[in-house]
């Protein structure tokens, strides 16, 4: 026989003005399984809750419900007062006699019944409520960044700053990403990479970090506090620790003539190589699809010149494993090459190129030492026309997103441009212009205004080869009331789209987070909590959750730092008991789940694992499902599918649920 | 009971989740807005958590009318909680309708925890229509299962 | 003797399996029923034709039944087949455990050693719709929800809660099923009107996107009660809600679409 403590608030007058309380602590007082029961003006008040505890030790109640304001309200400042008292915080349920129902009708004898329904339903809930403990799961104090663009570095760097090591893994032989490609970046122009390079350095030495770079996250096991990767470390084919970088086998590499991916195609660079010369670790690997050696067998300059003797040809792939308690996914993203545009040339006019070749010409460290030439015959055109929105917001290319940093960057490089061809003419087809952000705005206008850039709203139908040679640009002005213009251009910049990494869905599978149409990884919420995915410890920043410019790329990898740090500062994480629970029971059935594993898809938190359940000898008696409590949210949905009620909820179980169904639709 | 409809009160039963109409209906609350005595609300951490079960136990302990509420599409706290809900509604829906219950006597709502207002009148419309509907008396005969036998032996 | 029972005579003779399940001659010569052939002189016994009704698979999951070693084969209808494979989605068979033979119409023996053969298998078979059952779906939907409900509720208050149904079905295989469970008891365990009503609707929904269509239920039923169209009614509702590509994890009610429609949440 249970011994639950009903407690009426009037909440002042907010609940009795409508509410007859002291006819529902009468009424309660003659549930079932009620031992006591009493009405008080304010029960949240320090009396009030002084009332409550002392109920429970004169009364040794076993449950209590408080019929108050909603429990989203004082739930926490009741449990806790319970729990003072010595009974567990989770046998306390708050009857909502205030939001509910005196707030929302009229004084009269319907609202006090209804008020006395509402504390019967949780009367009933309560005698069938379990005592609860919290969830308690260790924390590996390590962190693992995949991605070493900037959102890897801020993240790492942030992360490793408060003391907790870094492990960043990223599969370039250098990190950097698409920032250490920039020319200048807007609205401020300052160099990118002089920005960009202390802090690729100050990871290199930072002792909280350890970088791998090279190397790729082949698997991902465990769960919040708790992962273990598996890192491939792919051959790189020079001995690190014997290897100075003095750069000797880079320039004594025969094989001279592979386009660089750091160009963007547009330089060279040879099978054993550096990216760039900033490039951190600056040291050489060897691309076995371009290496002699690899592919013919013969050559080994490389290793003849070494002064260190540094070479190893034979180097296999190395797997390691890292335990760590959270991950931070900034893998970022790529943009689309020009073949993706038939209309645009479909990658046969060595003229027409994307914003991210632009960049490497207008880069100091690029191919053309930041001049501006044309990559079919080196000489500077003088005629450039920029096209907006190449792929983005246009369903029909399966994009109909926003690539968001487009405009911005085609301002920049018709700047550029301007500023470094001053008799050139630069003109840019646009759909609209989004300049939404500090100093943004401004900056397209100082392009339009100060530096002249002829800003044409319309979009581009085609860009074709004259037989003269010249490309020409055939667009629509939609201001000139949409008459058709043409333009000659000796050179075109495409703003291609910016879509995920083609290895993105497979990473996303590995990590089990969701991604969207577009391959995207998906936020937990995309506004509430926009750098947390659904598995809980993992989190995102940066390029791979969508298109983003830097500020907003380091504001995400800042704030999913502060993520990481906040969970790998507690010893243990302490999780409501609200989660789903597989039975058990007695041989032999052992547990009436079944093992369908039907449930597991209906979990959005993958938390529903299998486990095997042995005898004695070690043998496999049966497979049940089991409920990580780690990864579990609480959500039910589970419970609700599982056929035979094997899985059921602490805190909302299908016993509770059904006597409180029951339980309201009680008296005549 | 009375039957008599003029005089007749429903008994409703809400089923609603935790994050979006609990809170909705809370806010309804600290708005002041009016509604019907009519309803009472059961709370689940989500509508994933509904049981098809507990729908058919509140007809069978006397209810007249059902009300599942839960997030709108794509804003479920759970991220799709209410998705797998409305798969489950949908072929349970088919289904009691093939078998003659009574499916205009639950109601499925979307209303989220900004939705206040909207929470007032969707508790004032349901009650509205199961009044005119009447108590749910062919239900309630079966559930009834000591004047089913007698009913059987007359 | 037929060539696939010497085969089958000599794969229990050498060893292979250890017992194969199929159909004999039943007691009228209008029907067969379940044979456990544990030796070569029985597999002389196993027919295959039209009369073999029941469905086997249901034997698969019975661990008392089966020897607790060695391969087990059956001789199996398209029926059998499609239980089977939705048992092996459902990690209810272990891999191998079970040795699938369908006989061709020249008594040519087919071996479907695994789940992919027997996709192919089932999808180069298709069983036609039982025109009876459609028409009889057709009646009852064109019915007023008010005669609707009079019928089943006549209908199901003969039920006599024997769980026939449930025996006689390969995929009710939990070890406690939810009429058994008593916290809470979800469903009163007499045979009345709506607890009736309650373990069909459970069973049915229990069979969401699960159902074979094999009519066992039906069959099974002592008092012929039209059970089937139910959840033949629901395979229906869910084939035109979610299409009828089935989920190839998890099950239609585990599984959503963010598109998924409907015209009744306002």
Known sequence: MSKIGVFICHCGENISATVDCARVAQAAAEMEGVAYATDYKYMCSEPGQQLIRQAIREHNLDGVVVGSCSPRMHEPTFRRACAEAGLNPYLCEIANLREHCSWVHEKGEATTQKAIDIVQGLVEKVRRNQPLTPIRVPVTKKALVIGGGIAGIQAALDIANCGHRVILVEKEPSIGGHMAQLSETFPTLDCSQCILTPRMVEVAQHPNITLYTYAEVESVEGFIGNFKATIRLKAKSVDEKKCTGCGLCTTKCPNKKIPGEFNEGLGTRTAIYVPFPQAVPNKPVIDKEHCNYYQKGKCRVCEKFCPTGAITFDQPDQFITEEVGAIVVTTGFRVLPTSFFPEYGYGRYKDVITGIQFERLASASGPTMGEIRRPSDGTVPKKVVFIACCGSRDPAKGIPYCSKICCMYTAKHAMLYQHKVHDGESTVFYMDIRAGGKNYEEFVRRAIEEDKVNYVRGRVARVYERADGKLVVRGVDTLLGAQQVEIEADMVVLATAGVANPGAEELAQKLHISYDPYHFFAEAHPKLRPVETNTAGIYLAGACQAPKDIPETVATASGAAAKVVSLLSQDDLVREPLVAVVNRCAPPVYSTCVGCFLCQTACPYQAIEREEIKDRQGRVIKTVAKVNPGLCQGCGTCVSFCRSKAIDIQGYSNEQMYAEVNALLNHE | MDENKAAFEPRIIAFVCNWCTYAGADLTGTSRIKYATNVEIVRFPCTGRIDFMLLLKAFAAGADGIIVSGCHPNDCHYTSGNFHARRRWIVFRGLLDFLGIDVRRIHYYWVSAAEGAKWAEVVNQTVAEIRELGPYTEYKKVANYIEETEAAHE | ?266
Not at chain 3, 57 to 82: C, D, F, H, Q, S
Not at chain 3, 162 to 190: F, G, H, M, S
């Open chain 3, 1 to 266: 003797m037929n060539n696939w029972n010497k085969q089958i005579a000599d794969m229990l003779a050498d060893g292979t399996v250890a017992l194969v399940i199929g159909y004999e001659e039943g007691s009228t010569p209008q029907k067969t029923r379940p044979l456990f052939c544990h030796d070569a002189v029985a597999a002389e016994r196993l027919v295959m034709d039209g009369r073999c009704t029941h469905n086997l698979a249901v034997y698969l999951t019975k661990k008392e039944l089966l020897p607790a070693e060695g391969r087990i084969g059956v001789v199996a209808t398209v029926n059998v087949l499609k239980s089977a494979l939705q048992l092996m989605q459902e990690n209810q068979i272990p891999e191998g455990r079970f040795l699938l033979m369908a006989v061709g119409p020249e008594g040519k023996l087919t071996e479907l050693p695994d789940a992919e053969s027997l996709r192919q298998y089932i999808a180069a078979h298709p069983l036609p719709d039982n025109p009876e059952v459609a028409a009889l779906i057709e009646k009852i939907d064109a019915m007023s929800r008010e005669e609707r409900w009079a019928y089943w509720q006549e209908c199901l208050s003969k039920c006599v809660k024997c769980y026939a149904c449930r025996a006689a079905c390969p995929l009710c295989y939990c070890t406690r099923c939810i009429v058994e469970d008593n916290r809470p008891q979800w469903i009163l365990p007499w045979a009345s009107t709506l607890p009736n009503i309650e373990w069909q609707i459970n069973r049915v929904m229990h069979m969401a996107g699960r159902c074979t269509g094999c009519g066992a239920c039906y069959a099974a039923c002592p008092l012929h009660l039209p059970i089937h169209l139910l959840t033949k009614k629901l395979t229906q509702e869910i084939n035109r809600e979610f299409g009828t590509e089935r989920p190839a994890k998890g099950n239609v009610l585990s599984t959503f679409s963010p598109d998924d429609k409907e015209n009744f949440i306002h």
